[in-house]
């Protein structure tokens, strides 16, 4: 069993040949996907680098850099015995950099281990300062995978910018969404409601009301359910989630916002 580990990470294995084919980011022009999340505090940083990226497209770049530089040094070393304990060793900077902060369940400074929720899961959008430099680059969107939130996709929008959550582990099935990204974002899945019934949801960046949340109750506007309700989500302590349906023109009536925290958005 422990030889098959070593195999893997050999200088040609299959999993150090992986990791050298991978990015941490990647950018289009107009759509950013990153693993974890941008936030404050690392938005145009890389590791090393003691200054601010100038650009999306040159943080992205130097991103993806340091990744392949690191994975390049530990190739390198594994010709001979690495020591972990050893002040410096290839690949320590990535390794480090996709690690949560000891003691915490995610880490703010990296792309990787970056989480876009509070503590009890709820989702927000970055920063209205980040979401603001990042349209400033050219972004109009941004993916992100690694934190859960729920059945289905979550997508958070304001004006001129959508967040995608699009990772959808520990719901309440096991089927996986199907997300599209072209001109537009488009999600396809299926949610099971508090009451039990299994429903599908379709949604995309063009519904207005999708994306916002629910200012009096904090709920979010997650989709659009096959039965023309909207599908409203709010994440609950314990990794519980309320997952309801409601009619659009009961929707229409609620005090609904872009989706920022600490901006009047829920209680």
Same mark, same amino acid.
Request: proline share 7%.
């Given at each position: 069993?422990?030889? #098959?580990? /070593? ?17 941490? +980011?990647?950018?289009?022009?107009? !759509? ?11 938005? @145009? ?10 650009? %999306? +497209? ?7 850099? *340091? ?33 949560? %902060? ?33 349209? @400033? ?42 997300? !599209?990204?072209?001109?537009?974002? @488009?999600?396809?899945?299926? !949610? ?5 019934? @299994?429903?599908? %949801? ?9 994306? /916002?949340?629910?200012? +009096? #109750? ?12 909207? /599908?409203? *989500? ?9 997952? /309801?349906?409601? #009619? ?20």
């Amino acid at each position: 069993m422990a030889q #098959s580990y /070593l195999d893997d990470l050999a200088p040609e294995g299959p999993l150090t040949r992986y990791l050298a084919a991978c990015d941490l +980011a990647w950018f289009d022009g107009e !759509t950013l996907i990153v693993h974890g999340a941008v936030t404050d505090e690392n938005l @145009r940083l890389v590791p090393g680098e003691p200054d601010r990226a100038a650009s %999306v +497209a040159a943080w992205v770049a130097s991103l993806n850099g *340091f990744i392949a530089a690191e994975v390049a040094v530990w190739r390198a070393e594994l010709t001979h015995p690495v020591d972990p304990a050893a002040e410096s060793w290839g690949g320590r900077g990535i390794v480090a950099y996709q690690c949560p %902060v000891p003691g915490a369940r995610l880490n703010q400074a990296s792309v990787v281990y970056g989480r876009p929720t509070d503590d009890a899961g709820t989702p927000w959008l970055p920063s209205r300062a980040a979401v603001d430099a990042l349209r @400033r680059d050219g972004v109009k969107r941004l993916l992100v995978g690694h934190t859960p939130a729920g059945d289905a996709p979550a997508l958070l929008r304001d004006e001129g910018f959508s967040f995608v959550m699009a990772d959808n582990s520990y719901g309440r099935h096991e089927l996986g969404s199907r997300v !599209t990204v072209d001109r537009a974002v @488009r999600v396809r899945g299926e !949610t099971i409601l508090d009451g039990g019934a @299994r429903v599908g %949801v379709a949604y995309d960046e063009g519904d207005r009301l999708v994306g /916002l949340r629910d200012a +009096a #109750s904090g709920q979010l506007v997650k989709g659009r359910l096959d039965t023309d309700d909207y /599908l409203l *989500f709010r994440a609950l302590p314990n990794n519980e989630v309320e997952q /309801l349906a409601v #009619s659009p023109r009961a929707l229409r009536e609620r005090p609904l916002l872009a989706p920022y925290r600490d901006e009047g958005a829920g209680p």
